[in-house]
Antibody, heavy 120, light 110 residues
Framework: EVQLVESGGGLVQPGGSLKLSCAAS????????IHWVRQASGKGLEWVGR??????????AYAASVKGRFTISRDDSKNTAYLQMNSLKSEDTALYYC???????????WGKGTTVTVSS | QSALTQPPSASGSPGQSVTISCTGT?????????VSWYQQHPGKAPKLMIY???KRPSGVPDRFSGSKSGNTASLTVSGLQAEDEADYYC??????????FGTGTKVTVL
């Protein structure tokens, strides 16, 4: 079965850090671009960032709202992508999804998400 | 990158059709045929319904169809059913391998 499973969410204080994981199975993870998308409670989807495959030099890109604070990485030997979040703010509170992006810009596999709450 | 504009809500009776618009710019929707649509039921992850403007993934009913004209894409749900009640989001490639989502539309089946 093709799937993505996020983990690592939790409660963190403002200014703190958290690292999310995205474990893949059922497909060739190493050739796939992985994106992170978040959704605050009752709000819409917000693209966070992405990491391309080794063939595309693991190039990353980020939304302006997280650039300089979040870092996406991957370990193809573990079929896992990561989202390192530093200097967290209350507005980063959301459900974080990882998703597979296909070549023509659509996301066909989504995890169930992991919740991040930034609060004192 | 600004979010694509969708109407906050849309509704129709069972069996009727509803169309949701998604308006962007020439840098996203208008510049590429890479618009996709996602359905999200409460408490669930988004599900791909349409990709590359008009294509349906396997398993998506043919009641769902997509189109595009200029900087505006549209999703039409024909023959509305109760299970179609959900939030719908459009998304578009926006250059440099970046993506932008729409603001979302809540579809209500009356």
């Amino acid at each position: 079965e093709v799937q993505l499973v996020e983990s690592g969410g939790g409660l963190v204080q403002p200014g703190g850090s958290l690292k999310l994981s995205c474990a893949a199975s059922g497909f060739n993870f190493s050739v796939s671009a992985i994106h992170w998308v978040r959704q605050a409670s009752g709000k819409g989807l917000e693209w966070v960032g992405r990491i391309r495959s080794k063939a595309n030099s693991y190039v990353t890109a980020y939304a302006a709202s997280v650039k300089g604070r979040f870092t996406i990485s991957r370990d193809d030997s573990k079929n896992t992508a990561y989202l390192q979040m530093n200097s967290l703010k209350s507005e980063d509170t959301a459900l974080y999804y990882c998703t597979r992006l296909r070549a023509t810009g659509y996301m066909d596999v989504w995890g169930k998400g992991t919740t991040v709450t930034v609060s004192s | 990158q600004s979010a694509l504009t969708q109407p906050p809500s849309a509704s129709g009776s069972p069996g009727q059709s509803v169309t949701i618009s998604c308006t962007g710019t020439s840098s996203d929707v208008g510049g590429y045929n890479y618009v996709s649509w996602y359905q999200q039921h409460p408490g669930k992850a988004p599900k791909l319904m349409i990709y590359e403007v008009t294509k349906r993934p396997s398993g998506v009913p043919d009641r769902f169809s997509g189109s595009k004209s200029g900087n505006t894409a549209s999703l039409t749900v024909s023959g509305l059913q109760a299970e179609d009640e959900a939030d719908y989001y459009c998304s578009s490639y926006a250059g440099s391998n970046n993506l932008v989502f729409g603001t979302g539309t809540k579809v209500t089946v009356l």
